[in-house]
């Protein structure tokens, strides 16, 4: 329908039909990104969990390969993760892939599965389950720890709001070696979908470990988001950065409403680690205003981690590079301009529906707060602010277009900007039914949905209370 083709996104994954949520399994191997899905091939509703398949060999076009795993008599295929078992650990060969996941049947129990043809198809193991326990757990994350040469997984203990940490030789006996999180970070919901991995700290010779935590519903503008923590972690343990009071400061990876179930790639060239996100809400994921296909996800993002002034540190999300090549012709180019309260406007391209990528750097030094304001003629309007008093970078979708079928819809989202010099230098992509804002360099990632009556056809950019400078706007069609 009409309707369809208006909001199916022209440059982020997608599902050709039927119900997708959180993405599963992603590895590389051979010079290909695999990524699975939580994926309901008959239906645009959740129900009759499989993992859906999509390859590609730039994280940008994906193709849509067959169901990889299936419900079986153990349940329905819930969340998981995928590794290539480089040593043949599990018996079933050197570099097999091996996927670990949640069997939903009558309880919650942890099945494996390998591959021997790279991905396409999954023979899952006989002796599945291969962990039980006694009250809801899912989602195992594992990977091989090269350090202390055993297997990690790290289980949600949902309704206990806690991560659990588990050690294996072979991926078949696992050991229960620590829980981390009762009391700790965002409490509301149930905490699902983990993953741990270690990165430098920029600006050091340090490394830490980052723990991602999913929470459904208590995500910072309700309903999902992702709060993560940094910290360090032994082989069996976690453990929290805290701050100068003893305290586990709350983190958020995305500060908009869409970014759910965000895990990364495992096997990544380079020692990239990059992830991808859920791009919807559990508050109205099934009744946005499409049919035949329900939900995309975000863009691939590189994690970096940051340090602040007050020492704390931070997980950046950055476009991964990738993403430039989708760059096409320039549209509009502002070198420099200070603005106040008239402003001024550009046009968007019109070609391919208005996607497109906008940047720009805001100077908001001994100035005041800006406004970029994305409208059409239907009277649609995204209104976003930068206000770098309170170092704040705000996006209201109450009147972005279509937003009344579902009351926790229409918002207004908030992130901190992370700088300390007034400037912000953002990168805003715009695809069919979503917005995706990077700050300086992903210090701040923020991803919303949208659905415009119309395209947004102009850009305008003022500040209302006294002026601000503008540079380096460019706007660039997607290819
Ligand atoms: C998260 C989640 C997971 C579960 C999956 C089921 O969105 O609830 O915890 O494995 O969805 O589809």
Avoid at 85 to 109: N, P
Avoid at 204 to 213: A, F, I, M, R
């Amino acid at each position: 329908t009409d309707r369809e083709k208006k909001y199916r996104p022209a440059y982020h994954h997608t599902p050709l039909y039927g119900w997708m949520n959180d993405p599963n399994g992603m590895f590389y191997k051979d010079g290909v990104w695999h990524l699975y899905y939580q994926y309901n091939p008959y239906g645009s509703k959740w129900q009759n969990m499989t993992w859906g398949h999509s390859s590609s060999s730039d994280l940008i076009h994906w193709n849509h390969e067959p169901i990889a795993i299936r419900p079986d008599g153990l349940g329905s295929i819930f969340s998981g993760s995928c590794a290539i078992d480089k040593e043949g650990t599990a018996g079933f060969g050197k570099d097999a892939v091996i996927a670990m996941f949640t069997s939903a049947g009558t309880s919650q129990m942890q099945s494996l599965a390998h591959s021997s043809d790279n991905g396409e198809s999954f023979i899952v193991y006989p002796g599945n389950p291969v962990i039980t326990l006694e009250s809801e757990a899912r989602d195992p994350n594992m990977f091989w720890n090269p350090e202390t040469k055993e297997w990690n997984l790290v289980l949600a203990h949902a309704l206990d709001h806690e991560m659990l940490f588990f050690t294996s030789p072979n991926l078949k006996n696992w050991t229960l070696q620590s829980a981390f999180g009762k009391g700790i970070g965002a409490q509301d919901g149930v905490w699902e979908c983990p993953d741990l991995f270690q990165l430098p700290v920029e600006g050091s010779d340090e490394k830490k470990w980052v723990l991602l935590c999913n929470l459904n519903p208590g995500g910072i503008f309700g309903g999902s988001a992702t709060q993560y923590f940094v910290g360090d972690f032994d082989g069996k343990k976690f453990t929290a950065d805290t701050d100068a009071s003893g305290n586990v400061v709350t983190k958020w990876m995305d500060f908009g409403k869409d970014h759910y179930a965000t895990v990364s790639w495992s096997d990544a060239p380079d020692n990239r680690r990059t992830v991808m996100g859920w791009m919807s809400n559990w508050q109205y994921a099934a009744d946005v205003p499409t049919k035949q296909f329900r939900s995309a996800n975000t863009l691939p993002r590189d994690m970096k981690l940051f340090t602040q002034p007050d020492g704390q540190i931070y997980l950046a999300s950055v476009p991964s590079p990738e993403v430039d090549a989708l760059r096409g012709k320039l549209s509009a180019s502002v070198s420099g301009k200070t603005v106040g309260k008239k402003g001024f406007d550009v046009s968007l391209p019109a070609a391919n529906d208005g996607v497109c990528e906008i940047s720009m750097t805001l100077d908001g030094k001994n100035s005041n707060d800006a406004t970029i304001t994305l409208s059409n003629k239907a009277g649609d309007q995204v209104v976003m602010m930068y206000d770098p008093k309170a170092h704040t970078f705000s996006f209201d979708r109450t009147k972005s277009g279509v937003v009344d079928f579902s009351e926790n819809f229409p918002a207004v989202t908030v992130a901190p900007t992370f700088e300390q010099n007034g400037k912000v230098a953002l990168r805003i992509f715009i695809d069919k039914s979503s917005i995706e804002v990077f700050g300086n360099d992903g210090k701040f990632a923020m991803t919303n949905l949208v659905f415009p009556n119309e395209p947004y056809s102009r850009l305008s950019i003022s500040s209302p209370n006294g002026k601000v400078k503008v540079s380096d706007l460019k706007i660039y069609s997607i290819k």
